[in-house]
């Protein structure tokens, strides 16, 4: 007998990317998570996710579908491909992320939402390139941390997690999760549930069941997937990028970076102030 619907939202992450299964296909923290609920028979798991999916594609496209399986828990993680957007817009990502999460808690589903952490430090890239995208992720971090209060939602701080920086956890082309970092989310999310008083049969295993991906892997990705990821980004979201990093190193120079954070602060106030903080 059903007990749980469990509907996942996201991008590639909640897809399962860097997880693979042994038979092909992705597993991913939301397929854990949902062994963690309970046996098959009792949790029905729904994974909506798609790989490159914007907070626009989870309300236009995700959030339908989610409703129409009634829910009675949905995970929405998404932000990051926003971040990677050359229209990036802090106004557009609020209204699609509050369509989200108030559809499905108006559909009587309790909600899990994260703060999303730092690419800069995934990636470890220069800082000229970090600041900017920690901005853009500090943005929307905000709005998530708005929406969990207006809604109620379970959130869990994945920003301020330190082993979510470790290695080991992403897999060879530092954008995925790899299984263990698969596994640490599904961890960190059961165990919130869980101090929400959600039932949680069991956490998931820390340690991974599959191969580490070798250096090899790593040079077969770059070559098949990271060269076609760099040649669409190239037309969109690099040439900003690039301004982005220009005008970072101008203000630099001059001792000026605390005034990019204040232009920063300054764009996300009426945003932040469009959501009301009383719960519903």
């Known amino acids: 007998m059903v007990t749980t619907r469990l509907v996942a939202l996201g991008d590639s992450v909640t897809e399962g990317l860097g997880d693979p299964l042994p038979g092909g296909g992705w597993r991913g923290y939301a397929a854990l998570l949902a062994e963690a609920l309970g046996p098959r028979e009792e949790v029905l798991f729904g994974n909506l996710a798609r790989s490159g999916a914007t907070s626009r594609d989870l309300a236009a496209a995700q959030l339908p579908r989610a409703l129409s399986l009634r829910p009675t828990l949905a995970t929405v993680l998404a932000g990051v491909n926003d971040t990677l957007r050359g229209d990036f817009s802090l106004p557009a990502i609020a209204a699609d992320l509050d369509a989200v999460v108030a559809g499905l808690r108006g559909g009587g589903a309790t909600v899990l939402t994260a703060r999303l952490p730092d690419p800069g430090l995934m990636l470890g890239v220069p800082d000229l390139v970090r600041r900017p995208l920690t901005r853009r992720v500090r943005g929307i971090n905000a709005i998530l941390d708005r929406l969990a209060e207006r809604y109620g939602t379970v959130h869990v701080d994945l920003a301020a997690h330190p082993a979510l920086y470790e290695r080991r956890m992403w897999g060879v082309d530092r954008l995925h999760p790899s299984e263990r970092g698969h596994r640490l989310l599904a961890r960190l999310f059961a165990g919130e549930l869980a101090a929400h008083g959600i039932a949680v049969r069991a956490l998931p295993d820390r340690e991974p069941s599959g191969p580490v991906p070798s250096a090899w892997d790593g040079v077969r990705w770059m070559a098949v997937e990271g060269t076609g990821w760099v040649v669409r ?17 101008w203000h630099a120079a001059r001792g000026r970076t605390a005034l990019l ?14 959501i009301r903080p009383t719960p519903v």
């Open 261 to 274: 954070d204040e232009r920063s602060a300054a764009e996300l106030d009426p945003v932040l102030r469009r």
């Open 233 to 249: 980004r190239s037309r969109d979201f690099l040439p900003r990028l690039g301004a982005l990093v220009l005008a970072e190193a």
